[in-house]
């Protein structure tokens, strides 16, 4: 079974829609995805505390791993939040800049980056790879960019070559060459499946994999081999 | 049998390796495609003057791919003569117009402009169309005798406005590629506008057919709806031999 690193409950503001922890435990067996690493909307958009402690029931109830949401607009409680995602043994942290219209040049980025770094905990990062990857470069951290478009393919793969932390979601690698190119020049070890269930159309990110030239190992590395290094590692 | 009415040919400037035919064919021979419309990367995103011609060839060599004119509605001169002189190769099936890099939106008299030239040759055209412009083209192909046109991507970000642009005209149809599809769009706009009225389409070699094939499957479809939408509806808009030439294509496919 696939393991999913960019899972989501709650609300989404943008869209009015919303997802129960049991509504997207119930769609994941049919894409063949035995869980993953799932963070609250309610944390990323409205109150992190609240929503975090949501988002680690669901994860508890379904056997997934949580990964805190912090919202930038508060970056004094966002660092606290990571502190007590350390305290509680939850291994990630995920940002969200461009859904709480912080620019990645805010200075509380770089200090929860710098935070989830020394508290060696994974980033889960939204946003545009071109501009919030630079943002987080020199900090040591290991981050998947759950919104790593084939768009920019070329540029991530550039921010990876200095950056051995940086990690590409699946969800917007579908052209023809991306997970096969990304994986011959930076190596599959940085790829992560991510397919946002409820949120984006993930079968056809299960179809992309279905498709894929990644030889057995590779994929297994993709489908759950790396993200369970970086959560082992955390 | 699958007819893919959005595919391309050529090199793109994004870092991709997909630029020769043979990766069409490959990427078509692994999703169990049989036809594959294309146009020419350079003439969408460059220059039809040079784009496309320099298909020619390649159609003449793939005769699973089938040739999508490039119109650049501002400038009808050179498409009025690229038809007059490629039509007659018997290779195109239809034409390609690009509203956002030919800078001329669905709604626009320049797009009924083209889209009359097109009605002249009988030649339907898939037009790319991203957010409310596709209600606006469904207004151009009403108002235009003759036009045919399918609306590419179902608007993107607005493809909730797909049932308010089939209920324009019954000339427009749709075709729903898109590299981040939303989670139930495709089942959400069969219901609202029936399967006669969509058809599929890849965007390959941008994006991997499979991208769109799994957003289908999502869709659940009946084996009428996926009768119309995998290839009858694309063989009766653009004309396609479904007989020998299918047939052809689906043995070459098998070798």
Partial sequence: ?234 | MIIDVHGHWGPWFFSTDVGDAAVNLRVMDDCGIDLQLVSAVEAVVYDPLTGNPALLPVLREHPRLRGLLVVDPRELDVAAAQLAQLLPTGLFSGAKIHTQYARSPGGSAAMADALRLLAEHDLPALVHTWGDEIVGLADVVARVDGARVVAAHLGGPDWRLTPSAAARTDRIWFEPCWSTPAPGRIRWVLDRVGPERLMFGSDATLIHPAVTLGAIRAAELSAAEEELVMWRNAAEVFGLDTGGSAADAVEQRGQ
């Fill in chain 1, 1 to 234: 079974m696939i393991l999913d690193g960019d899972l989501l409950v709650g609300r989404d503001l943008a869209t009015g829609d919303r997802l129960t922890g049991p509504a997207l435990a119930a769609s994941l067996g049919p894409l063949g995805i035995g869980g993953g690493l799932v963070t609250s909307l309610r944390a990323l958009l409205f109150d992190a505390p609240s929503g975090n402690d949501e988002a680690r029931a669901a994860a508890a109830a379904h056997g997934w791993h949580t990964a805190f949401g912090v919202d930038l607009r508060d970056p004094l409680t966002a660092l606290a939040e990571v502190e007590r995602a350390a305290r509680l043994g939850v291994r990630a942290v995920r940002l969200a800049p461009d859904r709480q219209g912080v620019p990645a040049t805010a200075p509380g980025l770089r200090a929860v980056a710098r935070a989830v770094a020394a508290a060696g905990l994974v980033l889960l990062v939204e946003g545009d790879v071109r501009v919030v990857g630079p943002a987080l470069a020199g900090l040591g951290v290991r981050a998947v960019f759950v919104d790593a478009h084939f768009y920019h393919l070329g540029d991530f793969v550039l921010l990876a070559r200095d950056e051995p932390g940086f990690h590409a979601s699946t969800r917007l690698l579908g052209d023809v060459d991306g997970w096969e190119l990304l994986a011959a020049d930076a190596g599959a070890e940085r790829l992560v499946f991510g397919s946002r269930p409820g949120w984006f159309e993930a079968a056809a990110v299960v179809d992309r994999l279905a498709a894929s030239g990644l030889t057995p190992p590779e994929r297994e590395l993709v489908t759950g081999g790396n993200l369970r290094r970086l959560l082992e590692a955390a």
